[in-house]
């Protein structure tokens, strides 16, 4: 079989050069539409019922909603685990089911059940709601909207949340990929009836009444239509409330024939709504900002771009003085991520190529054989298309090129040194001579070389079997290097036997290569050291019985991570108050932190910005004596004050604690939400 496909391509060279066009094609327009990321995403299946009570105490809502959420949930199938967080005024449930379930029927099964839940909840005690269809890498664009200082004093943080709420988040809706904009930081607008007891008291009317006039004054209504001189005449009624003018000629009853009006007992303005959640940045107090949050199984780069081009559509729509302003924005560490990998892999394709060239001797032939590198990712990219893995650089960054060529090589290497045979030396062969030359190399070397190929495939069978976020991690990887080595696979029993019989001639003297002198060269360092080997077997054994026994004991004692740690580029810090500690306090204390690192880290330090509590959607149920402080830093070469990260945080940490008051605890972005996603908590380790 192996001898008869080498055979077929060798004779059939047009064919062969065709299909390679056809893999070249293929594999770049897979390459450029395969879902890129940072890391894989290793957010279990999840998902988050999110019940706010504005009114209601800690233990109420862990008695009449998270209680009946959990009961109702519990006898879903495969549900792996549920845990909740009770607070005031909020309840996150959080069911966890198994990874086959898909996205939509978990949900579904959900939804069926909270019919029944929400009857089991007492009338005014809140609703419960599914969190949007997203995951810890969902988060993939923060921004703030930021004022110029001509503007400062034109807007308050009540108008720049109206203007997030009412423009920004309405005009981000349609951009595909988003399932979400989580809005934070201000004061949402109000507006407030407050009544003067002693009017109310001396016109004998309730405040209940108040309540149902407001009410029943505040809605527009239809009354079909009636049909006059040959034309319909549509019948509305308006009775929407636009204004305080409007609320304030609302009619509450009618005494001895004289309307009551609100005016009569009450003072109409603007107020706010209660916050359970601030927003602060660069040391300057309140602001305001929004996430982006991507839909489950999307492509972040492509969303990230649509969201890129609508910013910059809705920015053009925005007041005077107010900008849009990204400060984490996921596409920067994609293109750093992706840079590296590409950075990696080429130089160890210029290193493979190198070596090849030098010490095969033979420019045609080193060629030949790092050629297959670039066809081999391509084809890896053509399966990673079908099979939806996406590129990251855990998938990207495992594949080994030394592996990859092995089988090239030693064809390469076999052709050339039948044609280095005296009686081919200064020889001028045909294309026939030449093809059964390739045929006699190829089939040597791979009756015995695909066998070594087929078991380093079966190698990480394995590993297609982990479950939960050891899978999720490891799968992408063990599979992109498996197609890789599949590509190779193919190629060498047809593109490389194909490409020796066209391009390797035989040298014209005889005559000894650099290569083959740095061969002679490490041939003669190493001969003596085996014969010895072989001499004193037994020492050699005692030797490594040492080394192995010496190297577990050493093993044993090491420290361990499940994946090594990602350099984010940015850092995230907790910013941990006394339980209990109220929301302005919080407020305060995380403007004091900004400040004074802003102040002794100036060219470290972009800009610090810091979420308190929760945002309108609490997928993240912080409390309101906890902040998640987001710093991102400058590039390190313009950093002055600290030599790397390590310096950098060891220096963050020591003027974090000349605050009073204040616990704190370093990450990063994205490991933060990992660990809050999967666990429950935002540290490592707890």
Same mark, same amino acid.
């Given at each position: 079989?192996?001898?008869?496909?080498?055979?077929?391509?060798?004779?059939?060279?047009?064919?062969?050069?065709?299909? /390679?066009? /056809?893999?070249?094609?293929?594999?770049?327009?897979s390459?450029?539409?395969i879902?890129? @990321?940072?890391?894989?995403? &290793?957010?279990?299946n999840?998902?988050?019922?999110?019940?706010?009570?504005?009114? =209601?105490?800690?233990?109420?809502?862990?008695?009449?909603?998270?209680?009946?959420?959990?009961?109702?949930?519990?006898?879903?199938?495969?549900?792996?685990e549920?845990?909740?967080?009770?607070?005031?005024g909020?309840?996150?449930?959080?069911?966890?089911?198994? *990874?086959d379930?898909?996205?939509?029927?978990?949900?579904?099964? /959900?939804?069926e059940?909270?019919?029944?839940?929400?009857?089991?909840?007492?009338?005014?005690?809140?609703?419960?709601?599914?969190s949007?269809?997203?995951?810890?890498l969902?988060e993939?664009?923060?921004?703030?909207?930021?004022?110029?200082?001509?503007h400062?004093?034109?807007?308050?943080?009540?108008?720049?949340?109206?203007?997030? @709420?009412w423009?920004?988040?309405?005009?981000?809706?349609m951009?595909?990929?988003?399932?979400?904009?989580?809005?934070f930081?201000?004061?949402?607008k109000?507006?407030?009836?407050?009544?003067?007891?002693e009017?109310l008291?001396?016109?004998?009317?309730?405040?209940?009444?108040?309540?149902?006039?407001?009410n029943?004054?505040?809605?527009?209504?239809?009354g079909?239509?009636?049909?006059?001189?040959?034309k319909v005449?549509?019948?509305?009624?308006?009775?929407?409330?636009?204004?305080?003018?409007?609320?304030?000629?609302?009619?509450?009853?009618?005494?001895?024939?004289?309307?009551?009006?609100?005016?009569?007992?009450a003072?109409?303005?603007?107020?706010?709504?209660?916050?359970?959640?601030?927003?602060?940045?660069?040391?300057?107090?309140?602001?305001?900002g929004g996430?982006?949050?991507?839909?489950?199984?999307?492509?972040?780069?492509?969303?990230?771009?649509?969201?890129k081009?609508?910013m910059?559509?809705?920015?053009?729509?925005?007041?005077?003085?107010?900008? &849009?302003?990204?400060?984490?924005?996921?596409s920067?560490?994609?293109?750093?991520t992706t840079?590296?990998?590409?950075?990696?892999?080429?130089?160890?394709? =210029? #290193?493979?190529?190198?070596?090849l060239?030098?010490?095969?001797?033979?420019v045609?032939?080193?060629l030949?054989?790092?050629?297959? #590198?670039?066809l081999?990712?391509l084809?890896a990219?053509?399966?990673?298309y079908?099979?939806?893995?996406?590129?990251?650089?855990?998938?990207?960054?495992?594949i *080994?090129?030394?592996?990859?060529?092995?089988?090239?090589?030693?064809?390469?290497?076999?052709?050339?040194?039948?044609?280095h045979?005296?009686?081919?030396?200064?020889?001028?062969?045909?294309?026939k001579?030449?093809?059964?030359?390739?045929?006699?190399?190829?089939?040597?070397?791979?009756?015995?070389?695909?066998?070594?190929q087929?078991?380093i495939m079966v190698?990480?069978?394995?590993?297609?079997?982990?479950g939960?976020?050891?899978?999720?991690?490891?799968k992408?990887?063990?599979?992109?290097?498996?197609?890789?080595?599949l590509?190779?696979?193919?190629?060498?029993?047809?593109?490389i036997?194909?490409?020796?019989?066209?391009?390797?001639?035989?040298?014209k003297?005889?005559?000894? $290569?650099?290569?083959?002198?740095?061969?002679?060269?490490?041939?003669?360092?190493?001969?003596?050291?085996v014969?010895?080997?072989?001499?004193?077997?037994? $020492?050699?054994?005692?030797?490594?019985?040492?080394l192995?026994i010496?190297?577990g004991?050493l093993?044993?004692?090491?420290?361990?991570?499940?994946i090594?740690?990602?350099?984010e580029?940015n =850092?995230?810090?907790?910013?941990?108050?006394k339980?209990g500690t109220?929301?302005?306090e919080?407020?305060?204390?995380?403007?004091?932190?900004?400040?004074?690192?802003?102040?002794?880290?100036?060219?470290?330090?972009?800009?610090?910005? $810091?979420?308190?509590?929760?945002?309108?959607?609490?997928?993240d149920?912080?409390?309101?004596?906890?902040? *998640?402080?987001?710093?991102?830093?400058?590039?390190i070469?313009?950093?002055?004050s600290?030599?790397?990260?390590?310096?950098?945080?060891?220096?963050?940490?020591?003027v974090?604690?000349?605050?009073?008051g204040?616990n704190?605890?370093?990450s990063q972005?994205?490991?933060?939400?990992?660990?809050?996603?999967?666990?429950?908590?935002?540290?490592? =380790?707890?």
């Amino acid at each position: 079989m192996i001898n008869k496909i080498i055979e077929f391509s060798i004779k059939n060279k047009l064919f062969i050069g065709l299909m /390679v066009l /056809v893999l070249i094609v293929g594999g770049i327009y897979s390459m450029k539409n395969i879902p890129l @990321d940072v890391s894989p995403d &290793i957010t279990n299946n999840q998902v988050q019922i999110i019940t706010v009570a504005p009114n =209601l105490g800690t233990e109420d809502i862990e008695q009449f909603i998270t209680y009946q959420v959990e009961l109702g949930l519990s006898n879903l199938p495969k549900v792996d685990e549920i845990r909740s967080v009770s607070r005031f005024g909020l309840s996150v449930v959080t069911i966890v089911f198994d *990874d086959d379930m898909g996205t939509y029927l978990p949900r579904q099964l /959900v939804s069926e059940a909270l019919t029944e839940i929400k009857e089991n909840i007492p009338e005014g005690f809140g609703e419960p709601t599914m969190s949007p269809i997203s995951t810890g890498l969902g988060e993939i664009y923060q921004y703030v909207l930021e004022v110029d200082k001509a503007h400062k004093n034109q807007y308050d943080s009540k108008q720049l949340r109206t203007i997030q @709420d009412w423009i920004v988040k309405r005009q981000m809706a349609m951009t595909p990929g988003v399932v979400e904009i989580n809005s934070f930081g201000g004061d949402i607008k109000q507006y407030e009836v407050a009544i003067d007891p002693e009017r109310l008291k001396s016109m004998n009317i309730s405040i209940k009444e108040i309540f149902e006039a407001v009410n029943n004054n505040n809605q527009n209504t239809g009354g079909a239509y009636i049909e006059k001189n040959k034309k319909v005449n549509y019948i509305r009624g308006e009775g929407l409330a636009r204004n305080i003018v409007d609320i304030n000629n609302i009619v509450i009853k009618t005494i001895n024939g004289s309307p009551v009006f609100v005016r009569d007992i009450a003072e109409v303005h603007f107020g706010k709504a209660i916050r359970y959640g601030a927003f602060t940045r660069n040391g300057e107090g309140g602001a305001v900002g929004g996430i982006v949050m991507m839909l489950k199984g999307a492509n972040s780069n492509e969303v990230i771009s649509d969201v890129k081009d609508r910013m910059s559509q809705i920015q053009k729509s925005l007041p005077e003085g107010i900008t &849009i302003v990204p400060f984490l924005d996921r596409s920067e560490m994609i293109v750093k991520t992706t840079s590296t990998v590409v950075e990696n892999l080429t130089l160890g394709a =210029l #290193i493979v190529i190198f070596v090849l060239i030098v010490i095969l001797g033979n420019v045609r032939g080193g060629l030949i054989v790092a050629s297959t #590198i670039p066809l081999a990712l391509l084809f890896a990219f053509i399966m990673m298309y079908f099979f939806d893995v996406w590129a990251n650089l855990m998938s990207l960054g495992a594949i *080994d090129f030394g592996i990859l060529i092995d089988g090239a090589v030693i064809i390469v290497e076999s052709m050339i040194f039948y044609l280095h045979k005296k009686n081919y030396i200064g020889v001028k062969l045909s294309q026939k001579e030449k093809d059964e030359l390739a045929y006699k190399s190829s089939s040597t070397m791979m009756n015995s070389a695909f066998f070594g190929q087929i078991i380093i495939m079966v190698v990480f069978i394995p590993i297609m079997f982990l479950g939960g976020i050891e899978g999720k991690m490891f799968k992408p990887m063990a599979m992109t290097f498996g197609f890789a080595v599949l590509g190779v696979l193919i190629l060498c029993l047809t593109y490389i036997p194909m490409m020796c019989s066209l391009f390797i001639n035989a040298p014209k003297k005889q005559k000894e $290569t650099f290569g083959s002198k740095i061969v002679r060269a490490i041939e003669n360092f190493y001969r003596p050291i085996v014969i010895w080997a072989l001499d004193h077997s037994k $020492t050699i054994i005692a030797i490594s019985l040492i080394l192995l026994i010496g190297s577990g004991v050493l093993f044993s004692r090491m420290g361990g991570e499940f994946i090594p740690q990602l350099d984010e580029g940015n =850092l995230a810090m907790h910013i941990l108050m006394k339980p209990g500690t109220s929301l302005s306090e919080t407020e305060n204390a995380s403007t004091k932190v900004e400040k004074a690192l802003m102040n002794k880290f100036p060219d470290e330090i972009n800009s610090i910005q $810091t979420r308190i509590g929760v945002a309108d959607i609490p997928t993240d149920p912080m409390p309101m004596d906890i902040g *998640d402080c987001f710093i991102i830093l400058n590039p390190i070469d313009e950093w002055t004050s600290a030599t790397d990260k390590k310096d950098l945080l060891q220096k963050m940490k020591v003027v974090v604690n000349t605050i009073p008051g204040i616990n704190y605890e370093f990450s990063q972005p994205i490991e933060m939400r990992y660990n809050e996603l999967l666990t429950g908590i935002r540290e490592d =380790l707890a």
